[in-house]
């Protein structure tokens, strides 16, 4: 991957895409300094890593009055904590990079002077680890049925570290209360053979977000994918969901 201007920043805010409301997203993350110079660190500084977080700003066009609006949903975030999901220049197609964590909304800030289109801005802080992996499930892409994703080669999880998952459900219709359960299965191969639920994620109703991670046990398996059960009566969900190994 070259050099890039940016044109297309994905960002999913628990459960809205804000994507067509924001022309500005940063992402940050730092880890303490933490001083250790001693008698034996021969008259230099001598330096050890603390405490990690990450953050993340926005801001762009300000909308209200849809749960699917920036202004609906940062209102009722403000203060909460959920999954947050971003990608650079690209349609968060299967298998696009993206960093993710779960964060708190810590502040919100709108409207501004006359004349000019309304703005808003945000900032949320990591409550989770911040991740890098890849998107599992595309935004745009309707699902009306019981199904499975595309196969993901991210690796082994070694000891102590985890398989990690987001989800944001963008937009829910039907009827007879239509729902969506997710999961993330694991293979030793692209095929899928014996597939192996390794998370599996709380029904979703709602527009709405969620994290989950494994255990912190290691698991040999290769190759992920995430599938998804969905109930009701003519249900339809759009949703994002992005996979890593932190």
Known sequence: MGKTVLTNVRCF????????NSNKIELSSE????????????AWKEVVGGIASAEISGEGQWEALDVTK?????????GGIGPWSISANSGAAVGDLAYF???????YKLLGEVGEIAPWTGTAKSAWPLVRGQFAH????????????????????????????????????????????????????NTF??????????????????????????????????????????PSFLFAAALGIQ
Request: net charge neutral; glycine share 10%.
């Open 193 to 234: 053979a014996s597939p192996t639920t390794r998370l599996t994620l709380a029904a979703a109703t709602a527009v709405s977000g969620q994290t989950l991670r494994t255990a912190g046990t290691a698991i040999t398996d290769t190759w992920w994918r995430v599938a998804w059960t969905i109930s009701g009566t003519t």
């Open 138 to 189: 595309p935004p745009g892409t309707a699902r009306t049925a019981t199904g499975t994703g595309t196969g993901l080669n991210l690796g082994a999880v070694a000891a102590n570290r985890r398989m990690c998952a987001a989800l944001h459900v963008l937009s829910v219709a039907g009827t007879a209360t239509p729902s969506i359960t997710a999961r993330v299965e694991s293979s030793v191969d």
């Open 101 to 107: 964590t779960q964060a708190m909304r810590s502040d």
């Open 31 to 42: 880890a303490e300094v933490k001083d250790a110079t001693n008698y034996g660190s021969q």
């Open 13 to 20: 805010a628990v459960g809205v895409d804000l994507t067509g």
């Open 70 to 78: 920036v202004d609906d949903a940062s209102w009722a975030q403000l």
